[in-house]
C-alpha cells in the first residue's frame, strides 16, 4: 500500500499518515530520489540483477535467533504500516481535525488484528483521550469499521505510555526537512517500547530507505533508553514493474552497523513489488527475501559476495564511439513495437503515473537515440517529421530542454533558455548542444542534444550544504542487465568552495566509491571508483572551480557503462565557469 504526498499545508501532510514541520520551513526531497528515479528505474544504485544464490556461499556464524527477531521486529513495522494507512483511509472522512489525524496510534490485538486510535494527550500527559477508533476485520484486513467516541473515551494504559514514548522522541528526534512515518510498539519479552521514524513516501511508487532511527522507551513512555541510528541519509528507491521483476533485488551497504536493521525488513515488505534485498556490511553480506527472512553470508579476503560478477562487456564496434553501439528497446513494460507504443500512449498518456511518465520519457529516448546513431550525432533538419514526433513527445512528457530542440526542429524562434528548469540551474540550446549550469554562472557544461536532462535546482541537502544538482542520461546501449538497454547516467552536484568537505564526503559516502586512479595523469581532479565487480558500475571526480567544488559522477551497467564513457569524458572537457568549454 502507498502513502503518496500529494499536498502540504500547514503542519501537516496529505492524505495521512505523515509528520513534518511546518511547510513554510521549506519541504526538501532527498536528491538521491531523483537520482534513481532518473535513472530509468532500472537496475540501478539501488536495483540491481537478481543473483545466483548457491548453496555452496558461506553461511555466517550469526544465531538463527538473531536474525529472526530483526525478522520479525520488521514485519511488526510493516503491519503497523499497513493497518494504520488503512485505518486513517476509513477514519479521515469522520474528522479534518489536524491534530487528531497527527496523533495516530496502532496496536496490534492478541489474535492478530489491529485497532488504531487518534486521539491527544491531556496537560499532564497522564491520560490519552480517545476520540477515533478503527478495527480491523478479521475477515478481511483491508477492511475498518470506525468508532467516533462521544465523549472521548479516557486511556492510562496502554495508549497513554505508547503517546508518551511517541510525544519524547518526537522531541528528540526534532525538526526534519520530509515526512515521516512513526511507530510505537513494544518490546518482545520486555516492558518497553521500541519507537521508530522511517522517512515517509512522497511519491507514488519510489521507496524512501535510510534517514531512520529506533529509540528504546521506558515502559511509562517518560525515559530513553538507547537511541539507535539504523541508516544514514535516506535514499528513495523506484521499481520499474516488467515481467522481470522477479529476476530483480535491491541492493545498499550498511553505513552504520554491522547488521540488517528492522527497518531493512519492513522496506522489503512495503516497496511494490517486493523484491529481495541485498545488503553489504563491514564484515558480511545479507540476504532478506520477499518474506522478510534473512540469510547471512561470511565476508573475508577468500570471500566474494552471493552475487553473480558480470563482466565487462565491449561496446559494439570496439567501443569506438557510443554512436556506433546498437539500440535494443528495453523490456519496460511497455507495447514493445514503435508504432504500438505511440498509439498506447495517446490513449493514456493523460492518465499515467509518474512511475509510468518516467517510463514513457525514457522510451521516448530510446528512439532518440536510434535516430542520433543514424545520422552519426547530427542533428536533423528543420522539419523533419520523425524528429518533430519524437520531441513533441518529449515536451508533452515533460523532459526538460526538449521545447528548445522542438523549437529548432520546427523553425520557429527559440527560447533563451528551457521553461523546465528549477530555480538555481539555467538550461540553454545552440543547435546541436545543450548548455547547463548555474544561474549565477559559477559553472557550466555542455553535452549534446540527444541526452536527456533532469535538472533538479538548487537544493539544501541533510548536512546544511547549498547545492546545485542535475542528472544527465545517455544514450541507450546494449547492457548486461535486464535484457535490453539502458542509459548511463551522470551526476552533476556543485556546491560552494566554503562546504568542500561536506560535500564531498556526503556523495562520496552516497555513492560507495573510493579513491583511484581512473583519471590518469592527463585528466584533472581526484577520481573516484566502485569495485570492479559491483552490478552497477561507478566512478567520480571532483573538480574545483573559482567559486565551486563540483562533484561529477558517472553511472551505469556493464555494457553501457564502457559505451557511454566517451560522452561522460567529453562532458568532462567542458566543465568550465561561466560558460562551458565547448
Known amino acids: 500500500m502507498r502513502h503518496a504526498t500529494e499536498h502540504v499545508f500547514g503542519a501537516y501532510c496529505e492524505p495521512v499518515f505523515f509528520w513534518c514541520k511546518r511547510a513554510d520551513d521549506g519541504f526538501m526531497h532527498e536528491i538521491l530520489r531523483v ?3 532518473s535513472v530509468l528505474f532500472l537496475p540501478g544504485l539501488a536495483i540491481a540483477q537478481r543473483p545466483s544464490w548457491r548453496p555452496t556461499d558461506p553461511i555466517a556464524d550469526i544465531p538463527r535467533a538473531e536474525l529472526d527477531a530483526i525478522t520479525e521486529r520488521g514485519r511488526v513495522m510493516y503491519e503497523y504500516y499497513f493497518a494504520a494507512g488503512r485505518a486513517l483511509a476509513a477514519l479521515k472522512p469522520l474528522t479534518q481535525r489536524t491534530e487528531l489525524l497527527r496523533s495516530y496510534i496502532a496496536r496490534r490485538n492478541p489474535d492478530g488484528t489491529w485497532e488504531v486510535v487518534l486521539g491527544l494527550l491531556n496537560a499532564t500527559s497522564d491520560t490519552f483521550r480517545i476520540a477515533f477508533r478503527a478495527i480491523q476485520s478479521a475477515a478481511d484486513p483491508t477492511a475498518f469499521t470506525t468508532y467516533e467516541m462521544r465523549p472521548p473515551s479516557a486511556d492510562v494504559g496502554y495508549y497513554a505510555r505508547a503517546a ?5 522522541c518526537h522531541r528528540d528526534w526534532g525538526g526534519v526537512s520530509r515526512p515521516y512515518n512513526w511507530y510505537a510498539v513494544p518490546v518482545a519479552g520486555l516492558d518497553e517500547w521500541y519507537v521508530y521514524f522511517l522517512p515517509a513516501a512522497t511519491v507514488a511508487g519510489v521507496w524512501p530507505h535510510g534517514g531512520d532511527i529506533r529509540y528504546r522507551v521506558s515502559a511509562d513512555g517518560r525515559r530513553i533508553l538507547e537511541r539507535h541510528r539504523m541508516h544514514n541519509a535516506a535514499i528513495e528507491v523506484s521499481v520499474l514493474i516488467t515481467s522481470d521483476t522477479a529476476q530483480l533485488l535491491g541492493m545498499h551497504r550498511a553505513s552504520a552497523n554491522d547488521r540488517p536493521e528492522d527497518s531493512d525488513v519492513a522496506h522489503v515488505l512495503i516497496r511494490e513489488p517486493r523484491i529481495p534485498e541485498l545488503i553489504e556490511s563491514r564484515s558480511f553480506y545479507f540476504a532478506i527475501d520477499r518474506n ?5 553470508f561470511s565476508r573475508d579476503s577468500t570471500t566474494s559476495p552471493p552475487v553473480r560478477t558480470v563482466a565487462p562487456v565491449e561496446a559494439p564496434g570496439g567501443g569506438a564511439s557510443p554512436l556506433g553501439t546498437t539500440t535494443p528497446v528495453p523490456n519496460d513494460g511497455l507495447p514493445h513495437d514503435r508504432v504500438g507504443f505511440f498509439q498506447w500512449l495517446a490513449r493514456n498518456g493523460s492518465r499515467l503515473s509518474e512511475a509510468e511518465s518516467q517510463r514513457v520519457r525514457e522510451r521516448i529516448y530510446v528512439y532518440v537515440s536510434e535516430m542520433a546513431k543514424s545520422r552519426g550525432g547530427q542533428l536533423p533538419p528543420a522539419g523533419d517529421s520523425t524528429a518533430v514526433r519524437l ?3 518529449a515536451v508533452s512528457a515533460g523532459v526538460a530542454g526538449a521545447d528548445l530542440v522542438l ?9 533563451d533558455a528551457s521553461s523546465l528548469v528549477p530555480p538555481g540551474l539555467r538550461l540553454s540550446f545552440k543547435p546541436p548542444s545543450f548548455t547547463l549550469g548555474s544561474d549565477d554562472g559559477a559553472w557550466a557544461v555542455c553535452f549534446p542534444y540527444y541526452f536527456m536532462p533532469s535538472p533538479v535546482g538548487r537544493q539544501t541537502m541533510p548536512n546544511g550544504v547549498t547545492t546545485e544538482l542535475a542528472t544527465l542520461s545517455t544514450l541507450f546501449a546494449p547492457d548486461r542487465g535486464a535484457p535490453g538497454s539502458s542509459q548511463a547516467t551522470i551526476l552533476i552536484a556543485a556546491a560552494p568552495v566554503a562546504d568542500s568537505a561536506a560535500h564531498v564526503a556526503q556523495w562520496i559516502e552516497q555513492l560507495g566509491v573510493n579513491r583511484s586512479r581512473g583519471g590518469g595523469s592527463a585528466r584533472p581532479g581526484e577520481w573516484y571508483a566502485a569495485s570492479a565487480t559491483d552490478g552497477m558500475q561507478r ?9 565551486r567544488v563540483v562533484l561529477v559522477a558517472y553511472l551505469g551497467l556493464p555494457g553501457t557503462f564502457e559505451a557511454n564513457r566517451p560522452h561522460f569524458l567529453d562532458l568532462l572537457r567542458t566543465l568550465s565557469p561561466q560558460r562551458c568549454a565547448a
Open 35 to 37: 537520482v534513481i528515479a
Open 164 to 168: 508518551r514514548a511517541l510525544a519524547l
Open 292 to 296: 522478510g527472512r534473512i540469510l547471512a
Open 391 to 393: 520531441f513533441r513527445s
Open 407 to 415: 523549437q529548432t526542429l520546427e523553425g520557429r524562434p527559440r527560447s
Open 539 to 547: 566512478e567520480a571526480v571532483i573538480l574545483r572551480l573559482p567559486t
